[in-house]
Nanobody, 124 residues
Framework: QVQLVESGGGLVQAGGSLRLSCAAS????????MGWFRQTPGKEREFVAA?????????FYADSVKGRFTISRDNAKKMGYLQMNNLRPEDTAVYYC????????????????WGQGTQVTVSS
């Protein structure tokens, strides 16, 4: 098993940047593909980005964040990251990192391990 803890959320003005981190403990992170998802009150959790179990592998992005967000990982440090640039008010949400031993996926049902989430608020 792997345990995940997100950090790096906060309040930022539109156009600003934040870098979310996901610290993993337990099994080696190299065993898992990782994903980032987000959720706002009253809405379903939505896919943001995903990366295969090794940093040079497959990358997936939601259309809404493509070109603005970058997912990355450092297996040696057991860390995952989501660099968010040119943030918009509609990016406001709780952001979750997740891990799976299955193939890299946009589908949250494929992920077995989740962090507790970190709040990102973008003011206009």
């Amino acid at each position: 098993q792997v345990q995940l803890v997100e950090s790096g959320g906060g309040l930022v003005q539109a156009g600003g940047s934040l870098r979310l981190s996901c610290a993993a403990s337990g099994r080696a992170l190299s065993n898992y593909a990782m994903g980032w998802f987000r959720q706002t009150p009253g809405k379903e959790r939505e896919f943001v980005a995903a990366i295969s179990s090794w940093s040079g592998g497959r990358l997936f992005y939601a259309d809404s964040v493509k070109g603005r967000f970058t997912i990355s990982r450092d297996n040696a440090k057991k860390m995952g990251y989501l660099q968010m640039n040119n943030l918009r008010p509609e990016d406001t949400a709780v952001y979750y990192c997740a891990a799976t031993t299955r193939a890299t996926s946009r589908d949250e049902a494929m992920y077995d391990y989740w962090g507790q989430g970190t709040q990102v608020t973008v003011s206009s």
